[in-house]
């Protein structure tokens, strides 16, 4: 029902930024949350960042002040600016939606932070 494009991901030094988009193929209004997710190689994916409709955005700790999720709802895209990455922040990144019950999933888009 919903299909989720990430874009944006790439290799970049530490202390470099990126800019991930997520572009929904529904309008985000109808979501009651997105969010972005990632897994780094041999650990569980954990979530990084949401930004539900009736709620403030929230981070896990690693990321607050460094991470920011916004959205444009006229062009149905939720971003994730990374800033100050650090070579932890390595990892696929995932966008999420949810839709009533339902919990949907993008393809992900690869993150690396070299040293």
């Known amino acids: 029902q919903v299909q989720l494009v990430e874009s944006g991901g790439g290799q970049v030094q530490a202390g470099g930024s990126l800019r991930l988009s997520c572009a929904a193929s529904?309008?985000?209004?109808?979501?009651?949350?997105m969010g972005w997710y990632r897994q780094a190689p041999g650990k569980q994916r954990e979530l990084v960042a949401t930004i539900p409709t009736a709620a403030s955005t929230t981070y896990t700790t690693s990321v607050k002040g460094r991470f920011t999720i916004s959205r444009h709802n006229a062009k149905n895209t939720v971003y994730l600016q990374l800033n100050s990455l650090k070579t932890e922040d390595t990892a696929v990144y995932y966008c999420?939606?949810?839709?009533?019950?339902?919990?949907?999933w993008g393809q992900g888009t690869q993150v690396t932070v070299a040293s």
């Open positions: 529904r309008s985000i209004v109808s979501m009651n949350a």
């Open positions: 999420n939606a949810v839709f009533g019950w339902y919990g949907y």
